[in-house]
């Protein structure tokens, strides 16, 4: 900076006009000790995190090892947790809701509105210090002997040093490619909700540092010479175009009307965020402003995420040969759509990833996240070429050719948008299947690992057996294999009705014939709304049915009796479901090694 000016002498100016621009009673060198506060508090959280992944990624592995050639009952060793403080911690704090037992159950005054979730107590933690420091920075000044112009000098100044240096972690959480994500092992979720709180406070930020050099400006020469001063200063002009992009954000983006008119919210949510990003550049630029590399570094980390997501997009959806992904949808019973995508390239998959697909045909300019319920990898047919080289017979080993036709396939249902869009045009179709073009982006997510666990008791509600499927099927073939130490599997799935079972009854089937499938793994499906009881029949004693809602802790705590070795507990579904099988978790982490694992998608 050319000045440096701490604002410490009283009444230099009679007008205070100097007040109301550039440097002159703003208090730089605290400015920039908060800022520095600010960012230190930041990279501690992320080492304390890092460490502690690292101890939660040590511990998995090395029971993973133990447990692979184990009995039932040499991992005992491993039914609780070793360190007893780490129990109280997952109970009273990692796990816990905000308050009593709610946390993803969303408040809703209907159906079309909805006022979101509660976050759970550790993330209220976070938050609570996140604002609370940002609160404090910004008003601990220097009242002492100080006209109201000097104290609002130093207001502004405070203000917008702290807005743009909160606005480049903003930027870097909101991309679905954040580096962190994978270096901390934390969803995109958690990015997702620490976005929008720092978000509200980048906005508070940056209408305070407006309002007070407004205030300056109307004390020390009146209301109209603002009018005359926007109109004379681009540096003025490029500043209230960031500040209308984060009022406009700020009147767009209450949980009601972003779950009420999301693809609406979202494409003018960027747009206004554009607007904030390029009139807080110019309004640095131009006066060469200390803080412009926050500003750049937000600009880098957004064109850094659109560039990976455009790259990663292009690889496993698009070839010369074949032009972009052929996309099959098939309508299914229970309102929702079978959706399948031939790859043009092989893909990494884990069980628990999703995709972000883009369909034009049916939304053209939007991409939706939905979780990969099954990969299938099959020989290719050979080429012309390729069948000119082979030997004149029919039997061709295609088993031996390296190449492979990679499909993943996802559940879609009906709901609003384009969800409901694509249902409708596959039940308008003959036998109600379509097949279109578009592209698919990914994987991401599928950070949780189940290999390292005895016992993995697994519930999913609804369209949630898309993200637990692919486990089972992982620890199914694992067993088999010798490569988990996963000895029993638990799948809970509550559907509305038994059309709901259409949905992955291929994928299902496959599972419930493969080797060593009754030896661990049991089904339990509860059918809430019947259409007769004659519909809720046991087929075997492995996979089992029942009418009704499944009683999550009288669950937990059978299979905790009977359990081998450490267990996980995961859920996908709605939030009510969530919540009870987070609540009968907690209750147990006490007397069994017992990690909680949730996915969920809140927006």
Partial sequence: MAENSSGSSSGSSSSGEEYTHGLTGVNVPVDDLFTQTLICSVIVLCIITLLGRFL???????????????????????????????????????????????HNREFQLSSAVNFGTLPSRYHSLLLFLYLASN????????????????????LRGRTGVLATANLAPL?????????????????????????????????????????????????????????QSLKSSPFLQFGLLGTAGMVFILIQSPSAIRHAFYETFLHL????????????????????????????????????????????LIYHSYTFKKGWTTIHVEALPGEACRVTFDLRRPWSYKPGCHIYAYIPRVSMHQSHPFSIAWKQDEPASPTKAEMEKLP?????????????????????????????????????????????????????GGMESLHSYGTVLLFAGGIGITHQIGHVRDLVAGYDEGTVATRKIILVWTVRNTDNLEWVRPWMDVILQMRGRRDVLKVLLFVTRPKSPREVISPSATVQMFPGRPDAQSIVDKEIESRVGAMAVTVCGPGSLADSVRDAARKRVDIASLDFVEEAFTW
Avoid at 135 to 154: M, S
């Fill in 392 to 444: 004149s017979s029919n039997q061709i080993d295609y088993d031996n050719m390296p190449r492979l036709n990679t499909s993943i396939s996802v559940v879609i249902a009906k709901r609003t948008g384009m969800t409901a869009s694509l249902y409708e045009r596959a039940l308008r179709s003959p036998d109600g299947c379509f097949t279109t073009r578009g592209a698919v982006e990914g994987p991401y």
């Fill in 171 to 227: 930027i870097l959480l909101s991309g679905r490619n954040n580096p962190l994500i994978k270096l901390l092992r934390v969803s995109f979720d958690t990015y997702n909700l620490l976005h929008r709180w720092m978000g509200r406070m980048v906005v508070l930020e940056g209408l305070a540092h407006t309002l007070a050099w407004a205030s300056n400006t109307i004390i020390v020469s009146g209301s109209g010479s603002i009018g």
């Fill in 135 to 154: 609160v404090a920075y910004c008003v601990i000044l220097d009242y002492h002997n100080k006209t109201k112009p000097q104290i609002l000098a130093e």
């Fill in 56 to 102: 939660q990624m040590l511990n998995a592995h090395l029971r993973h090892l133990y447990c692979l050639t184990a009995s039932y009952e040499q991992q005992h060793f491993w039914n609780r947790d070793r360190w007893r403080w780490y129990p109280d911690l997952k109970r009273h704090l990692l796990y816990a809701p905000f308050w009593k037992k709610r």
């Fill in 269 to 312: 949510h960027q747009l206004a965020a554009m607007a904030v990003v390029i009139g807080t550049y110019y309004h640095l630029q131009m006066h060469k402003i200390a803080q412009l590399p926050f500003v750049q570094f937000a600009i880098a980390a957004w064109a850094l995420d659109r560039i990976v997501r455009f790259a990663r």
